[in-house]
């Protein structure tokens, strides 16, 4: 894509390549369709939904955590066992 750009009182043409979006968009939520999403804050969504999505994400991190707890108590035990 080509743009007209100016520096210093000078007008100049100059070639833009644009990146893609990441795949990784975590800031949205996918609609029931799969294909379309819509932003965390977006006007159509309503607070209950909006909870849901982060009661949602915080239920995912808290059972990692109680995993990885769990993990490292069993080998603090097997340790105190040697």
Do not use: D, G, P, W
């Given at each position: 894509m080509n743009r007209?750009?100016?520096n210093k009182?000078?007008?100049?043409?100059?070639e833009v390549i644009?990146?893609?979006l990441s795949r990784k968009d975590d800031k949205r939520k996918i609609m029931e369709d799969g294909i379309h999403t819509k932003a965390?804050?977006?006007?159509?969504?309503?607070?209950i939904s909006?909870?849901?999505m982060?009661?949602?994400s915080l239920y995912k991190?808290?059972?990692l955590l109680l995993l990885?707890?769990?993990i490292i108590s069993s080998l603090i035990m097997k340790l105190n066992e040697i």
């Open positions: 007209i750009c100016s009182h000078k007008i100049f043409t100059e644009k990146k893609a965390y804050e977006h006007y159509s969504m309503n607070v909006q909870i849901r982060l009661v949602s991190s808290v059972r990885s707890s769990f």
